[in-house]
């Protein structure tokens, strides 16, 4: 069972930044491409940024594009999300996901997911 902590929210202005971090353990597909969803108050879960384990290619969702910069450390089984520029509608509780494929086809256990952690930015 993989487990998953996330960690580096916070509050902060509008045109502020913060860092995430998500260290994994346990996973069942240990190569698989890892990623960071959120989920804002009221709303479905969402997609923000991706990275490929083997060779560190990444993905973003076009509200994010420019702004974050999703990286990883293979050693360490940890990614990071560093959100440069946050607005006021990027408050959100952020999530990892230890299998991102698993995760964007809907079907990943909702016990596969950390507590997240909450990132609340002021206007």
């Known amino acids: 069972q993989v487990t998953l902590v996330e960690t580096g929210g916070g509050l902060v202005q509008a045109g502020g930044s913060l860092r995430l971090a998500c260290t994994a353990s346990a996973r069942t597909f240990s190569s698989a491409p890892m990623g960071w969803f959120r989920q804002p108050p009221g709303k479905d879960r969402e997609f923000v940024a991706g990275?490929?384990?083997?060779?560190?290619?990444?993905d973003y969702a076009d509200s994010v594009k420019g702004r974050f910069t999703i990286s990883r450390d293979t050693v360490l089984n940890t990614i990071y999300l560093q959100m440069n520029n946050l607005k006021p509608e990027d408050t959100a509780r952020y999530y990892c996901?230890?299998?991102?494929?698993?995760?964007?086809?809907?079907?990943?256990?909702?016990?596969?997911w950390g507590q997240g952690t909450l990132v609340s930015v002021s206007s």
């Open positions: 990275i490929s384990w083997i060779y560190g290619t990444t």
């Open positions: 996901a230890a299998d991102l494929d698993l995760a964007l086809s809907g079907h990943a256990p909702l016990d596969s």
